[in-house]
């Protein structure tokens, strides 16, 4: 009984086999078969012109009948089926443009693999709505708040790369445009170099309008400074021959702010202090503004400890 049992089994399980096998064949058979099927491509857009804007297409889906193997229908129902349509030499009348079937469905075959026919497809011609394009330079507006931590400082200015940006799109929206903003961005405790990329702000309002670029970078240098008092002599511009100013003090402290280095070597020659005699008004009191005139450029900050000296005024 047994036996027979386990007989039986083995005839199942060698017919099923068999029927896999065959089925299996028949499969691969009518795969290799050619078919023809409808379908429905998406389409892109490309390659517009320079001078003109896309804004409207009369459709943007077409339906195809295709010829192929059953191979190629399996492998293609899996892909997305998007077509590009190129719009460099778009044809026009008047103001309309248009794309021409027999243009279209060439594109269409063309990327297609070799192995599928294109058979049939819509007969629409496909119509496209353009403004046209005008553009200007404008500059790049960052909307930064560096909080520089005790004792550091900026050296030189916000470096924003790149720092202006091609807008494009219709005249009236365009000719509003006077720069891009950023997005907002608080940078604190700093205390190293810095460098990051920030999006550009598209408003609302701009329905029409593109920019060049999407994003800048902006980027600084810090570093550690140090302070120093330096003393420097007041001297006086303008003054006419034959008269002598003497002012007081006739020396002013400045406090002066930038790296080690540079305060190291940093002397009262390297500014110039000043007071100008075509300052004074008839009736004023004698005292004069202090001007500087002259600083290192490396240093970050130099302010005078006092902002006026009295003076007086004699013949030789």
């Known amino acids: 009984m047994n036996i027979a049992k386990g007989f039986s089994k083995r005839k199942v399980k060698i ?46 889906r077409i339906r195809v009948k295709l ?38 469905k060439a594109q269409i075959e063309r990327q297609l693999s070799n192995s599928i026919a294109l058979l049939d497809l819509d007969n629409d011609t496909i119509f496209v709505d353009f403004f046209k394009v005008y553009s200007k330079e404008v500059p790049v507006i960052s909307v930064i708040d560096l909080v520089l931590a005790p004792n550091h400082l900026l050296e030189g200015e916000l470096l924003i790369n790149p720092s202006t940006v091609i807008v494009k ?13 950023t997005t907002e961005m608080v940078l604190t405790e700093l205390t190293s170099d810095f460098s990051h990329d920030i999006a550009l702000i598209k408003p609302a309002e701009i329905v029409n309008t593109e920019f060049s670029i999407k994003s800048v970078n902006i980027s600084g240098t810090v570093s550690k400074f140090s302070e120093k008092i330096i003393k420097v002599p007041v001297e006086v511009i ?50 004069l503004p202090l001007q500087l005139l002259k600083k290192p450029e490396k240093v970050h900050s130099a302010v005078p400890m006092e902002t006026q000296v009295e003076y007086i005024l004699r013949k030789e």
């Open 238 to 287: 303008n003054l006419p021959d034959g008269l002598i100013m003497q002012t007081f003090p006739n020396t002013v402290s400045i406090l002066c702010k930038a790296k080690l280095e540079e305060l190291r070597v940093l002397g009262a020659s390297d500014f110039l202090l000043s007071v100008d005699y075509h300052a004074i008004k008839e009736g004023s009191t004698n005292i």
């Open 15 to 60: 017919f099923l086999v068999f029927l896999l096998c065959s089925s299996l064949a028949w499969l691969l058979s009518n795969l290799s078969e050619p078919y023809t099927s409808n379908t429905t491509f998406n389409l892109g857009f490309e390659e517009v012109p320079d001078s003109l804007l896309l804004t409207n297409v009369s459709k943007n």
């Open 67 to 104: 010829k192929a193997s059953g191979y190629q229908f399996l492998s293609f129902g899996f892909k997305r089926k998007n077509v590009s349509i190129n719009l460099s030499s778009i044809q026009k009348i008047g103001s309309t443009y248009f794309v021409p079937q027999r243009v279209y």
């Open 169 to 181: 799109g219709p005249k009236s929206e365009i000719d509003s445009i006077t720069g891009v903003r």
